[in-house]
């Protein structure tokens, strides 16, 4: 038996300080606007809520981020 190869495919979006965040669009449950903007850092326009129960905030509108993540076939 050869040698088995795992791939994972992340989609790069920006944080409130504008550092690059990774996200594993497998690990996507819902993407949604914030309710209440003055909870988050200036700039957020989208939260990502993951399997493991984290909010990722980011500075990308939702429609733009679940573009990135229907582009590798996920969400």
């Known amino acids: ?7 994972v495919v992340l989609v790069q979006l920006s944080g409130p300080d504008g550092q690059w965040i990774d996200v594993n669009p497998r690990e996507v449950v819902s993407v949604r606007e ?21 909010i990722i905030t980011v500075v990308e509108d939702c429609e733009t981020v679940r573009g990135k993540l229907t582009e590798e076939g996920r969400e």
């Open 1 to 7: 038996m050869g040698p088995t190869i795992l791939a």
């Open 34 to 54: 914030p309710r209440v903007a003055e909870h988050f850092a200036p700039g957020i326009k989208c939260l990502l809520h993951m399997t493991d129960g984290k």
